[in-house]
């Protein structure tokens, strides 16, 4: 089955860099369209990125652009995420997302299969 592992999660300053990577198992990673959403305590599930399968278009969420960026590496069946300038509201536990690509880049969570974990990102001011 599929499989979904985020890592480089952890404890920055505000002002500072992290980048997730997730690594995909189980599929054709290739065919799939690949999302990061994030969800911070008490709040709903939201959008950050969406990249399609040939990494070729990309959506990003206006509270993020300019600052985030996502991208992928088909060969290690890897997405990853690059935040920089982090500031205290992007705290949350950032999750991975897959789903087979269609043509248009989905920004909702409901529109993805499958999930991994999650990893803590924590932002001090």
């Known amino acids: 089955q599929v499989q979904l592992v985020e890592s480089g999660g952890g404890l920055v300053q505000a002002g500072g860099s992290l980048r997730l990577s997730c690594a995909a198992s189980?599929?054709?990673?290739?065919?799939?369209?690949m999302g990061w959403f994030r969800q911070a305590p008490g709040k709903e599930r939201e959008f950050v990125a969406a990249?399609?399968?040939?990494?070729?278009?990309?959506s990003v969420a206006d509270s993020v652009k300019g600052r985030f960026t996502i991208s992928r590496d088909n060969a290690k069946n890897t997405v990853y995420l690059q935040m920089n300038s982090l500031k205290p509201e992007d705290t949350a536990i950032y999750y991975c997302?897959?789903?087979?690509?269609?043509?248009?880049?989905?920004?909702?969570?409901?529109?993805?299969?499958?999930w991994g974990r999650g990893t803590q990102v924590t932002v001090s001011s």
């Open positions: 997302a897959s789903r087979k690509d269609t043509g248009v880049l989905l920004t909702t969570y409901k529109d993805y299969n499958s």
């Open positions: 189980g599929l054709t990673f290739s065919i799939y369209s």
């Open positions: 990249i399609s399968r040939g990494g070729g278009y990309t």
